[in-house]
């Protein structure tokens, strides 16, 4: 089957400028993930949906960061705007049904934030 | 707080030695524990997955190990190979429904020839 697809595969931008990132899930996936992984670091969640509803948000910072999943199948992540401290890999992961089933994980977004 | 420690931070073998990586946690309740696997690039790739349960699984090369009660894993590489070289995560799954991973930061593994 089919992964999960991102793109695009980097990005760079100048401070304060917006970015959008895409993301196409396995087929017949529910849930859907951001995660944002810093150099050094594990990933950090950011959004999970369910469907094309929102399940958790809590560490997404909602003063810059958005995120939505129309028709429950595709989903773009959008910072504007953006700050030096963004700087990133971006992942989207999937799982067929409920949070902790088996989480399959793009190939990520790197963006750099000069 | 709900925590995923590793150990060590990195780590350099020589190609066909073995290695273990360490994890301990904090997370309760706790419902399974995961090994991912990250190439530079790449997205983490799920390696195994054990649930409070179960002591022991192997995928391959790669066996890991749970103690439940020490809330401590590991992960052993037998007879490494230059692509093992990555970064292997470990995950923690909170025991309640739509509740996000708690992900540790990582060992970085370097096999040389």
């Known amino acids: 089957e089919a992964g999960v697809a991102q793109s695009p595969r980097y990005k760079i931008i100048e401070k304060r400028q917006s970015v959008a990132f895409w993301c196409n899930p396995i087929s017949g996936h529910a849930t859907l993930y951001w995660y944002q992984q810093i150099l050094g670091q594990g990933p950090k969640l950011l959004i999970q949906f369910q469907n094309n509803g929102v399940v958790d948000d809590s560490q997404l910072p909602k003063d810059r960061f958005s995120a939505e999943r129309l028709k429950g199948v595709d989903s773009t992540l959008k910072i504007q705007p953006a700050k030096l401290e963004d700087s990133a890999v971006y992942l989207c992961?999937?799982?067929?049904?409920?949070?902790?089933?088996?989480?399959?994980f793009g190939p990520g977004t790197r963006l750099t934030v000069t | 707080k709900n925590q995923v420690e590793q150990s060590p931070q990195s780590l350099i073998i020589l190609e066909g030695k073995n290695c273990t990586l360490q994890?301990?946690?904090?997370?309760?309740?706790?419902?399974?524990l995961r090994w991912y696997k990250q190439d530079t690039g790449r997205g983490p790739v799920s390696l195994t997955i054990m649930t409070f349960s179960e002591n022991t699984k192997s995928n391959g090369r790669y066996t890991a190990t749970l103690d439940a009660d020490t809330k401590q894993s590991s992960l052993h590489i037998t007879a490494s190979q230059l692509s093992d070289s990555a970064s292997y995560i470990c995950?923690?799954?909170?025991?309640?429904?739509?509740?996000?991973?708690?992900f540790g930061k990582g060992t970085t593994l370097s096999v040389s020839s």
């Open positions: 992961a999937s799982s067929l049904v409920a949070g902790w089933d088996e989480q399959y």
């Open positions: 995950v923690v799954s909170h025991r309640q429904a739509g509740t996000a991973l708690i």
């Open positions: 994890c301990n946690y904090t997370v309760s309740p706790f419902s399974n």
